[in-house]
């Protein structure tokens, strides 16, 4: 059984392409991506990172523990970065490094 951790926290700073639109979101800009095991953490890490910044919520699964965000560069940084944090400092998470690509 894994433990409790953010296997991945990723910020895609310029999309290009088409990626918004093959992803199924409506709104362009940065894209923020993590996973989180238990999954049912993911309802935690969104409300935790759309408290955060002006994000939009593009995806999130209780099931996968998927999250997608999405917004200005600054802003998907900033949610990205306090849903890991809310993981780690209150529930006791351990994490992966946020990356950019």
Do not use: C, W, Y
Request: net charge negative; hydrophobic share 50%.
């Amino acid at each position: 059984v894994p433990g409790k951790q953010v296997t991945m926290a990723h910020i895609i700073p310029n999309p290009q392409g088409e990626l918004h639109e093959r992803l199924g979101l409506e709104s362009g800009g940065a894209i923020g991506i993590m996973t989180i095991t238990p999954s049912e953490a993911a309802i935690i890490a969104a409300d935790a990172a759309s408290k955060a910044g002006n994000v939009e919520i593009g995806f999130v699964d209780r099931f996968t523990g998927s999250l997608v965000i999405t917004g200005d560069v600054a802003d998907v940084e900033a949610a990205i970065r306090a849903a890991v944090n809310t993981l780690v400092s209150i529930l006791g998470f351990t994490a992966a490094d946020v990356t950019r690509s």
